[in-house]
């Protein structure tokens, strides 16, 4: 689930409690967590609506100026049930945290290596090392460069990428990905 900037701005202090979706399924469910660029999100009901009963107080509960102006933008997709899905912010990110300790010991870098090579066994090709390599050698290097440099395809090499980002070895940038200073440790241990 995607949020639009404006919409991170009034999660963040407190404005936006709430979100409107046509998913043909949901992607998130009640009592679960999602992360956003300003933190985690724990999400407090998932519920199927009908779009009549959409008030313009949630619409502003959801960052819209008006009810028209949030029905506007959920038409723009064809297919699906019109959902409301109640939130708060919960927290920081736990990544954001854990790409600043840079400060590997022997047991630490025993379970990046660990963590590394099942990745690499499960893609079935060696891949961490290399990409994280590239990373280093230039900050935002991108999906697309990364992808045509190792022979993996893009999208592919995305989900692959976003395992790092879960270890806390890389950021993304408004374009591109660079190493956190836990990826320049495990690199230069």
């Known amino acids: 689930m995607l949020f639009r900037q404006e919409a ?3 999660i963040a202090d407190g404005r936006v409690t709430l ?9 998130v469910k009640a009592g679960g967590t999602l992360r956003t660029a300003i933190g985690v999100l724990s999400i407090d009901a998932v519920d199927l609506v009908d779009e009549d ?29 019109f959902y409301r899905i109640a939130f708060h912010l919960a927290g920081s990110d736990p990544r954001v945290a854990l790409r600043e300790t840079a400060d ?8 990046i290596d660990r963590r590394l090579a099942a990745f690499d ?7 961490t090392h290399q990409v994280l390599r590239l990373i280093a050698a230039r900050d935002g290097t991108t999906a697309a460069g990364l992808s045509a440099a190792i022979g993996m395809e893009k999208l592919k090499l995305k989900a ?5 980002k879960e270890l806390g070895l890389t950021e993304s940038l408004t374009v591109g990905y660079r190493l956190s200073p836990r990826g320049r440790a495990y690199l230069d241990g």
């Open 121 to 127: 066994r499960s893609a079935g090709v060696d891949w």
């Open 8 to 10: 991170l701005s009034g």
């Open 104 to 111: 590997l010991d022997g047991d630490g870098r025993a379970e």
């Open 19 to 27: 979100a409107f979706r046509r998913w043909t399924k949901p992607t």
């Open 160 to 164: 692959q990428v976003r395992k790092l």
């Open 53 to 81: 009963a959409i008030t313009a107080g949630e619409a502003n509960q959801a960052g819209y100026a008006d009810r028209d102006t949030l029905l506007s933008e959920l038409a723009t997709r064809a297919d699906g049930c």
